[in-house]
């Protein structure tokens, strides 16, 4: 059966002929030894035919239909044109090689040529794209690589356009800063309370919340020199006169070892760092709700906007996320419990990122799975009405 080969460039259409394959090996490992030797590589593979894009315009429109696995008006008459014509009734005895398996079905689907999209097709692919420019007369040096650069930029431009009104981006990258800030604070957290214990080990008993441990450390320093008269700031800090005294009490009586003013002063500065990053927190948790009131308020308004956020987050869209059946919705976020599940025939998960909704963790053992089914179910109803209700 004979083989072609439709490579999509910056600058057009190309169909190669891939006959004698023979020669190089139907294995994949002998075509990429092979297809770095253009003499021989080019005595396999032939330029059959080559229809240039007419314009840049026509070239984004072009790379944007097989982005998406859409075969365009050009596509199909630059095939029905180039391939060998078939009699009604018959199957073609040949079949085209392309990269994208989407195309490949549309391309069967609407004019019924079979196509293939394998390791093999793909190594073939690489050879015909690394000799490109020797295929095609009348290139001239440079002019392929600035219709690349040229697409490149204008495909970029036009889905950085696309997405203007996404805002649902900035939830993104807000809850993914805010995991990451809760893991850098509690480590940074652990790491004064452990330096400062050298100091003055009695404080971790008294003080337990991180924040207010670092601005007790930063504001105390040297326990030597606490008195009496920072009793009223250790008050204003603590909010509690009695553990402020047990503060004081302690440090008198305290079996930490002594550190030099340089020591403390590190100290001090890293306690402000913590505190800086636990203020940034706050406030990015702040502008998180806000967002999600703009953006989702109604599933905000249904699980949380932290939960809504991260389920936003791990469909990649809110559009995304609409178009999610519930009971995928239910259990987004355990796909591992689940693929491991149906190896190995267990029970599959009742619940993923959901389970951190505070209906769930009201409900009773024997009733999560019912309440994350009937959660996942009103979840989805509102990611709908927030993503399509104003278009």
Not at 17 to 29: F, K, L, R
Not at 117 to 136: A, C, Q, T
Not at 182 to 204: A, C, G, I, Q
Request: net charge positive.
């Amino acid at each position: 059966m004979a083989m072609y080969v439709l490579y999509e460039s910056a600058s057009g259409y190309g169909l190669f002929e891939a006959h004698g394959v023979d020669e190089i090996g139907q294995n994949t490992e002998a075509v990429r030894n092979s297809v770095t030797d253009l003499n021989r590589f080019g005595k396999v593979v032939k330029l059959h035919a080559f229809n240039p894009f007419e314009s840049a315009l026509d070239a984004l429109n072009q790379c944007n239909a097989v982005s998406e696995g859409q075969m365009t008006d050009e596509l199909r008459n630059f095939l029905d044109v180039s391939l060998p014509k078939v009699k009604e009734g018959k199957k073609p005895n040949y079949s085209v090689g392309v990269a994208e398996p989407k195309l490949g079905s549309h391309i069967y689907e609407v004019t019924k040529i079979p196509c293939q999209s394998n390791e093999f097709v793909l190594e073939l692919l690489r050879g015909v794209r690394l000799h490109f420019d020797r295929f095609i007369e009348n290139l001239k040096p440079g002019d392929l690589e600035k219709a690349q650069l040229g697409l490149g930029h204008s495909y970029s431009r036009a889905k950085v356009k696309f997405n203007v009104n996404r805002v649902d981006n900035m939830v993104i990258q807000a809850i993914f800063l805010l995991d990451t800030l809760d893991k850098d604070v509690n480590s940074f957290s652990m790491r004064v309370r452990e330096w400062y214990s050298w100091h003055f080990p009695e404080l971790v008993k008294i003080v337990n919340d991180n924040y207010l441990y670092a601005k007790v450390a930063k504001y105390v320093e040297n326990k030597s020199e606490l008195s009496e008269d920072k009793l009223e700031g250790l008050t204003d800090i603590l909010g509690d006169e009695d553990k402020a005294k047990e503060v004081v009490e302690a440090a008198k009586a305290s079996m930490g070892q002594d550190l030099s003013p340089l020591d403390l002063l590190n100290v001090k500065q890293f306690a402000q760092r913590v505190m800086d990053l636990a203020e940034y927190r706050k406030k990015l948790y702040d502008y998180l709700v806000a967002k999600m009131s703009d953006i989702a308020p109604n599933l905000a308004a249904l699980i949380g906007e932290v939960v809504g956020a991260r389920l936003i987050s791990h469909a990649g869209s809110l559009t995304n996320l609409a178009k999610c059946p519930s009971s995928t919705l239910q259990i987004l976020g355990a796909e591992k419990a689940l693929f491991r599940a149906l190896k190995t025939r267990g029970n599959t998960p009742k619940y993923g990122l959901i389970f951190h909704s505070s209906f769930i963790g009201r409900a009773s053992a024997r009733n999560k799975g019912r309440m994350a089914r009937y959660l996942a179910n009103k979840c989805s109803i509102a990611s709908r009405i927030d993503c399509f209700l104003g278009k």
